[in-house]
């Protein structure tokens, strides 16, 4: 079955930086893209980007360049986060989530969800 | 960037009866895709491509829309629909996400 398993909760300082990963399983890596989502406590939901394992190719919100970095390592199945100069309104759980398979811009599966607090 | 407005954004049922929440968008969409939400959890595929009801999903539960309006139905609510449920769109980048309309039982 598909699972996408995140890291677990991160405590940093203001002006480090973070990575999550997502690990998944039960299906071929490299052909589903990840995206990223964030929820701040009490919040709903903001699209950060998305990777295409396949072929490395990125797409970011504009509101998250220059803060995110996405990445992924076909050799172990893992999707990645780099979070830079983090500050206090980066506390929030993050998301990353499975394109869904029509391409239709859906995510059919999610992480549990990392915890960031700054 | 497309901006979604749910309504209500809190809506109060009690068991057995019909709601409906709705979600307009700033400029026409291709398709809609809902997710529920409950706390501590993950969002879970709800509706995807406007009317199509993801695996697991309840068949009280429908959507439907086109353009700029979306709503999402539940035929006779139950307790354990109580969640916050959000629209999503991707037919214009950024992906954007409603606000959530949370759904009470009474």
């Known amino acids: 079955q598909v699972q996408l398993q995140q890291s677990g909760p991160e405590l940093v300082k203001p002006g480090a930086l973070v990575k999550i990963s997502c690990k998944a399983s039960?299906?071929?890596?490299?052909?589903?893209?990840i995206n990223w989502v964030k929820q701040r406590p009490g919040q709903g939901l903001e699209w950060i980007g998305w990777?295409?394992?396949?072929?490395?190719?990125?797409k970011y919100n504009e509101k998250f360049k220059g803060k995110a970095t996405l990445t992924a390592d076909k050799s172990s199945s893992t999707a990645y986060m780099q979070l830079s100069s983090l500050t206090s309104e980066n506390s929030a759980v993050y998301f990353c989530a499975r394109g869904g398979p029509l391409g239709a811009g859906d995510f059919d599966y999610w992480g549990q969800g990392t915890t960031l607090t700054v | 960037q497309i901006v979604l407005s749910q309504s209500p954004a809190i809506l109060s049922a009690s068991p057995g009866e019909k709601v409906t929440m709705t979600c307009r968008a700033s400029s026409s969409v291709s398709y809609m895709h809902w997710y529920q939400q409950k706390p501590g959890s993950s969002p879970k595929p709800w509706i995807y491509?406007?009317?199509n009801l993801a695996s697991g999903v309840p068949a009280r539960f429908s959507g439907s829309g086109s353009g700029t309006s979306y709503s999402l139905t539940i035929s006779r609510v139950e307790a354990e629909d109580a969640a916050t449920y959000y629209c999503q769109q991707w037919s214009s980048n950024p992906l954007t996400f409603g606000a959530g309309t949370k759904l009470e039982l009474k």
């Open positions: 990777i295409y394992p396949g072929d490395g190719s990125t």
């Open positions: 039960g299906y071929t890596f490299t052909s589903y893209d």
């Open positions: 491509a406007t009317s």
